[in-house]
T-cell receptor
Framework: QSALTQPPSASGSPGQSVTISCTGTSSDIGGYGFVSWYQQHPGKAPKLIIF???KRPSGVPDRFSGSRSGNTASLTVSGLHIEDEADYYC??????????FGSGTKVTVL | QVQLVQSGAEVKKPGASVKLSCKAT????????WHWVRQAPGQGLEWLGI????????NPAQRLQGRVTLSRDSSASTLYMELSSLRSEDAAVYYCAREPPHSGSFDYWSQGTLVTVSS
């Protein structure tokens, strides 16, 4: 099972929006409604910010939103904050292959 | 307050085995599914496998099948992952993570355990 494809980097100024794509196949993203996104700061464990494509866990700011079209999922951070600078990973259920993560995107807040 | 607490860092020689533990507190252990994920230095996340405590059913990642054993002690709310025939590329931070059943997501993560493989 190959990793989902994410852009290596993305950036924006505070207050701007940034969108990260996550491309898979019909065997993962396109086949199931179980896409999630994780934020990871250096030296820390990942933190769940989006699950089931569009849902936010309690406590996650509503500036984080998720969507999906076909085999590609996207995470949008609207109104960037300094503390949003981190690595972001998508993940998808992949049936009998279990789960697959994206390659990761480093978001820089300029 | 849910907490996942792992055993300490390990240093192993190539060809050896390592067994990591992860103790869950703060919620009903058998209600959830449990996963192992690793992250090599400077690299991305890699899913390693799932264990369902109620049944003991496991599904290791295909590329690790034959080398990884997932187990649990439900009475102690503890997960175990044993990885054998260690190679240099197994050096990573290993995490355990909790999945609310059928959610397809990992809502709580452990602090991570560093495994170093070196002769």
């Amino acid at each position: 099972q190959s990793a989902l494809t994410q852009p290596p980097s993305a950036s924006g100024s505070p207050g701007q929006s940034v969108t990260i794509s996550c491309t898979g196949t019909s065997s993962d993203i396109g086949g199931y409604g179980f896409v999630s996104w994780y934020q990871q700061h250096p030296g820390k464990a990942p933190k769940l910010i989006i699950f089931e494509v569009t849902k936010r866990p309690s406590g996650v700011p509503d500036r984080f939103s998720g969507s999906r079209s076909g085999n590609t999922a996207s995470l949008t951070v609207s109104g960037l904050h300094i503390e949003d600078e981190a690595d972001y990973y998508c993940s998808s259920y992949a049936g009998s292959d279990g789960y697959v993560f994206g390659s990761g995107t480093k978001v820089t807040v300029l | 307050q849910v907490q996942l607490v792992q055993s300490g860092a390990e240093v192993k020689k190539p060809g050896a085995s390592v067994k990591l533990s992860c103790k869950a507190t703060g919620d009903t252990f058998t209600t959830y599914y449990w996963h192992w994920v690793r992250q090599a230095p400077g690299q991305g996340l890699e899913w390693l496998g799932i264990i369902i405590p109620d049944t003991g059913a496991t599904n290791p990642a295909q590329r690790l099948q034959g080398r990884v054993t997932l187990s649990r002690d439900s009475s102690a709310s503890t997960l175990y992952m044993e990885l054998s025939s260690l190679r240099s590329e197994d050096a990573a931070v290993y995490y355990c993570a909790r999945e609310p059943p059928h959610s397809g997501s990992f809502d709580y993560w452990s602090q991570g355990t560093l495994v170093t493989v070196s002769s």
